[in-house]
């Protein structure tokens, strides 16, 4: 069948895509070949209602919750990682669960994303053709529709192979407040589980490691978690995954947002044997390297038992504990209590440590 000639139902059925094994300049250039890698590749993987009305925007309805002072939240995000497929994920799952993630950590519950993409020439259309499965899955995993999209190609060397800029909307409750600024002294700090996983599951892709391990990325979408929290309690002052940077970025993010002091204590920190074996074999601080799929909340001391239970009560959130509280001083300083009982001030990454982890 030729382009010009409708099939059975009176459509148009592009021919078979090209260069099947590769992606060419000419499929970023708007016209046939573009046509149909987003008919061929694209829309198998991603179809939904709103993506079927093939148009440049998707238009949907809004619940009617936001009359009653609910409030939108939306957010972006790039994904630049090497490689691209990494032990327990890839850049598809990362991309999607990198911002429902982005979205639950202001409470709000995830709706609808965007994806835009760079592919290189010469990728593997097998290859996209998986990240894109992967996509579907998280999306369902998190319980939301990817409604747009849209595909640009570039010469062979100038992107790495793929990468994916998301966007995304969610609807946050009336009575939910939650910001890195709203920290309170006699907050609890609650972590939902081990840390690390992701940066050295990426850094083992790489073949950096030098020896093989069981590490995956913890990469997950933690909206199921956030709602089981706000279900407990809605005295959550702060929530944050803490990614580039790790934990201890994300606390001094916070300590300074909120100008108050922050205390942890080392021996409640949960880090994988492995995860701490690699740390220490090249010399990294877990609480620097980054996570995926875990999260840090700041919850009054009075609703923080009814949230660590809640949070046991799920499969990502089995392992929360509680790692240290909020002070009023000294402001914007996070202090550990070390294994040895002296305590150190615990400061924000400083570089790069581990390069294109997301």
Do not use: W
Request: glycine content about 10%; hydrophobic content about 40%; overall charge negative.
């Amino acid at each position: 069948m030729t382009e010009d000639q409708p099939s059975v139902q009176g459509a148009v059925c592009p021919p078979p895509l090209p260069h099947r094994d590769r992606i060419v300049l000419g499929h970023g250039s708007g016209g046939k070949l573009s046509r149909r890698l987003i008919e061929q590749v694209f829309m198998p993987a991603l179809r939904n209602p709103f993506l079927d009305m093939r148009d440049d925007s998707a238009v949907f309805q809004i619940p009617m919750m936001i009359a009653d002072g609910a409030r939108l939240a939306l957010s972006t995000d790039s994904h630049v990682v090497s490689p691209l497929f990494f032990p327990g994920g890839d850049i598809g799952r990362l991309a999607v669960c990198g911002t429902v993630n982005d979205l639950s950590m202001v409470g709000a519950s995830p709706l609808y994303l965007t994806a835009g993409f760079i592919l290189e020439e010469g990728l593997s259309v097998a290859d996209l053709e998986r990240i894109l499965q992967s996509m579907k899955h998280a999306a369902e995993e998190a319980g939301i529709f990817i409604v747009a999209g849209d595909t640009k190609v570039v010469q062979k060397g100038k992107a790495d192979g793929l990468y994916i800029n998301t966007a995304g909307v969610g609807l946050v409750d009336p009575l939910v407040n939650i910001s890195g600024a709203n920290a309170k002294p006699g907050d609890i700090i609650i972590l939902s589980g081990s840390i690390g996983d992701h940066g050295i599951a990426v850094l083992q892709a790489r073949g950096e490691l030098g020896f093989e391990s069981q590490i995956e990325s913890d990469v997950a979408p933690l909206n199921h978690l956030t709602h089981g929290m706000l279900e407990a309690s809605k005295e959550i002052h702060v929530l944050r995954d803490p990614t580039r940077g790790g934990l201890a970025t994300t606390l001094n993010e916070i300590a300074s947002q909120s100008q108050v002091g922050i205390i942890i204590e080392e021996t409640l920190l949960p880090v994988n044997p492995a995860v701490a074996s690699a740390c220490e074999m090249l010399g990294f601080d877990p609480l620097n390297v980054a996570n995926e799929g875990k999260l840090v909340a700041f919850v009054s001391e009075s609703s923080a038992s009814k949230v660590i239970e809640a949070m046991k009560h799920t499969e990502i959130g089995k392992d929360s504990v509680a790692i240290g509280r909020v002070v009023s001083t000294p402001p914007g300083i996070v202090l550990m209590k070390t294994q040895i009982g002296s305590t150190r001030i615990l400061d924000s990454l400083s570089g790069e440590m581990l390069p294109r982890i997301c």
